[in-house]
C-alpha cells in the first residue's frame, strides 16, 4: 500500500499550486482521504478532507483558498491550492483515513504518503 504525494515548489505568494496524491497497492474506496502539512518546528496539522462521495472540510487558515478534490476511478486526490501565503510553507502529507467522517488528528489516519515540500516566497 502506498501513497505518493507530489507537485510541490517553490513559488511566491498570490501564485498557486496543485498537489497530487495517488494511490497504490489497494483501493481506497470508502476512505477518507486527507492533506496535512508540517511546517519547521510545528506539529502536523490538518488541511482538507474529502470523503468518497466529496464531501469536504477544512482548516480555517485556508478555507477559501484550497479546494480538496478526489478522482476515484484513478484512485486520486487533489488539493489545488490559490493565493498561496508564506505561511502556507510546509511539507504537505496525503494520508488515508477507514472512516466515515472527516478527522483532523494526524494520528488516527491509516496510510500516509512521503510528503512534497512547498515553499511559498514573499
Known amino acids: 500500500v502506498q501513497l505518493q504525494a507530489f507537485g510541490g515548489g517553490l513559488v511566491q505568494a498570490g501564485d498557486s499550486l496543485r498537489l497530487s496524491c495517488a494511490a497504490s497497492g489497494r483501493s481506497f474506496s470508502g476512505y477518507i482521504m486527507g492533506w496535512f502539512r508540517q511546517a519547521p518546528g510545528k506539529e502536523r496539522e490538518f488541511v482538507a478532507g474529502?470523503?468518497?462521495?466529496?464531501?469536504?472540510y477544512y482548516s480555517d487558515s485556508v478555507k477559501g483558498r484550497f479546494t480538496i478534490s478526489r478522482d476515484n476511478a484513478k484512485n486520486t486526490v487533489y488539493l489545488q491550492m490559490n493565493s498561496l501565503k508564506p505561511e502556507d510553507t510546509a511539507i504537505y502529507y496525503c494520508?488515508?483515513?477507514?472512516?466515515?467522517?472527516?478527522?483532523?488528528?494526524?494520528?488516527?489516519?491509516?496510510?500516509w504518503g512521503q510528503g512534497t515540500l512547498v515553499t511559498v516566497s514573499s
Open positions: 494520508a488515508a483515513d477507514q472512516s466515515i467522517v472527516v478527522r483532523t488528528t494526524p494520528g488516527l489516519y491509516d496510510y
Open positions: 474529502v470523503r468518497w462521495t466529496g464531501g469536504t
